[in-house]
């Protein structure tokens, strides 16, 4: 499939909203080049302005994104509008990765004014979207096509604000699922064992499921904490358990597993802390997600 046809040249022209006629698994085959290509032709500078250092810079505030890119309603003083918009949800593994929301995104009429995005966190060992492992992005919807036409955008993170600048630049305010619930052995569980409930198995069998587990198990993990010593160097492993859940989040979760761009390092910590935990008898308790 090519980015061409009457729908497409009628879309450049602004004549329509969207490619009239192009089905989503024909947009999908388009190479993200040309798509791109598309929306210079309709947009013009907007387009190198949302993949620019400036407009993916995670630290500046989204007031600061250049106008061009900003969400369409960023202009609202409250969330009065989502009452009115029409919104359209979309799994990232259905479109392959975040290049191909913007290929999709270019079959949907203005009348659909929102993108809502199913989970796109990295997901724990059943795989599930929605049973989530840390509050790191999921590296399964980088986009290597992104990456070659804009070489700066070389992580999941830099991309998907890229992405959110397109969809903007497109006309569509963009959301994302809230997840209350997260993977039974996930970076937040064994980072803050005390948001959730803890039990004590020997030969399969429940012999714990008192309040005092959790205890053991903060007690545990520093124990395990202080024998493979910290992920990242630098960080003095703290005393008791008190200092150690007294950290800001963020700073914990490093210190256990190790920086958010350390994908696999943060896996290998994790699967290793879970089986010294295991081997005490001192779990999670099983939850429906």
């Known amino acids: 499939m090519t980015s061409s046809g009457p729908g497409i040249e009628a879309y450049k022209s602004g004549k329509t909203t969207f490619a009239v006629g192009l089905r989503p698994q024909d947009a999908l085959s388009i190479p993200l080049a040309e798509v791109l290509d598309v929306l210079k032709e309709r947009f013009g500078d907007a387009v190198p302005i949302a993949l620019s250092e400036v407009a993916v810079d995670l630290d500046r505030p989204l007031a600061e994104l250049p106008p061009e890119v900003r969400s369409p309603r960023s202009h609202e003083s409250d969330s009065g509008w989502m009452r009115r918009s029409n919104v359209i949800g979309i799994n990232v593994r259905t479109v392959g990765d975040v290049g191909g929301l913007v290929k999709y995104v270019l079959t949907l009429p203005a009348d659909f004014d929102a993108v809502q995005l199913l989970p796109i966190w990295e997901p724990g060992v059943v795989k599930s979207l929605y049973g989530i492992a840390g509050w790191n992005l999921n590296y399964e919807?980088?986009?290597?096509?992104?990456?070659?036409?804009?070489p700066n955008l070389d992580t999941i993170e830099k991309q998907l604000r890229a992405t959110s600048n397109l969809l903007h630049?497109?006309?569509?305010?963009?959301?994302?699922?809230?997840?209350?619930?997260?993977?039974?052995?996930?970076?937040?569980?064994?980072?803050?064992?005390?948001?959730?409930?803890?039990?004590?198995?020997?030969?399969?069998?429940?012999?714990?499921?008192?309040?005092?587990?959790?205890?053991?198990?903060?007690?545990?993990?520093?124990?395990?904490?202080?024998?493979?010593?910290?992920?990242?160097?630098?960080?003095?492993?703290?005393?008791?358990?008190?200092?150690?859940?007294?950290?800001?989040?963020?700073?914990?979760?490093?210190?256990?597993?190790?920086?958010?761009?350390?994908?696999?390092?943060?896996?290998?910590?994790?699967?290793?802390?879970?089986?010294?935990?295991?081997?005490?008898?001192?779990?999670?308790?099983?939850?429906?997600?």
């Open 141 to 150: 919807f980088f986009s290597d096509e992104l990456h070659e036409y804009a």
């Open 169 to 289: 630049m497109m006309g569509k305010a963009v959301g994302m699922d809230v997840i209350p619930h997260t993977d039974r052995f996930s970076e937040m569980a064994l980072g803050t064992p005390d948001l959730f409930e803890w039990m004590k198995v020997q030969d399969r069998r429940i012999v714990d499921h008192s309040d005092g587990v959790v205890g053991e198990a903060e007690t545990a993990i520093l124990a395990w904490l202080h024998d493979r010593g910290p992920a990242v160097d630098g960080f003095e492993v703290p005393e008791d358990t008190e200092t150690l859940y007294g950290l800001e989040e963020d700073a914990r979760l490093e210190i256990l597993f190790g920086t958010p761009g350390d994908r696999f390092g943060r896996i290998e910590r994790r699967v290793d802390l879970i089986k010294y935990l295991i081997w005490f008898g001192l779990q999670p308790v099983p939850a429906t997600m």
